[in-house]
């Protein structure tokens, strides 16, 4: 099993209980907003993932740590999770469980995530017509569309649904053409 599959698979369980408990309380959408911001601050800190994932560091520091990081700007409920985490020494797999559970809430809000690549940037309106258009496409009630700038495109974009891919851009009209002019 790889490192992974082992990982999601006990992230999965604690996902779910948080998601549960969240219903529970009425507290969903506050739970999601300071899981996001937990994990901008993991995937921001370094230190602070190498940290949390030190077996030798003792959990009063690390719980000490995350309350100074955290308290009073997240949810009762969401603190007492992570010092959870840390008691039963699977802090070390928080961003994985955030993800988890990010998935989770997506599937269960009919979320679906767009990846948008574009060389240059896109203007409020025109990401407001790919959400109106993707929605189509997919039947879905909301779309998280997630923007990332790559000058290698040239002109246009990429948008990344899942599995599906929607090549739009300069780049990929020229590696067409380059292909059809190899074959013939």
């Known amino acids: 099993m790889s490192n992974q599959n082992f990982r999601e698979k006990i992230a ?14 009425s507290l969903l959408t506050e739970a999601t907003k300071d899981l996001s911001s937990i994990s901008t601050v993991l995937s921001e800190s370094k230190d602070l993932q190498t940290l949390l994932q030190n077996p030798l560091i003792n959990g009063f520091i690390k719980k000490d740590i995350l309350k100074r990081l955290f308290e009073n700007q997240i949810n009762n409920f969401v603190m007492n999770f992570l010092l959870v985490l840390v008691d039963k020494r699977r802090v070390s797999l928080l961003q994985s469980i955030i993800q988890k559970y990010l998935q989770l809430i997506y599937i269960l ?29 997919t039947n879905s009630n909301q ?32 590696k067409r053409i380059s292909l059809y002019l190899d074959t013939n």
Not at 109 to 137: F, G, H, N, P, R
Not at 149 to 174: P, R, T, Y
């Open 12 to 25: 999965t369980p604690y996902a779910e209980a948080l998601i549960d408990h969240a219903q529970s309380l």
């Open 109 to 137: 809000e009919s979320t679906t995530i767009a990846e948008l690549y574009s060389a240059i940037d896109i203007t409020e309106t025109q990401q407001e017509s790919l959400v109106q258009k993707i929605k189509l496409m």
């Open 143 to 174: 779309v998280k569309l997630v923007i990332r700038k790559d000058a290698d495109l040239i002109g246009g974009f990429v948008i990344k649904i899942g599995s599906k891919i929607i090549d739009a851009s300069i780049a990929g009209k020229l």
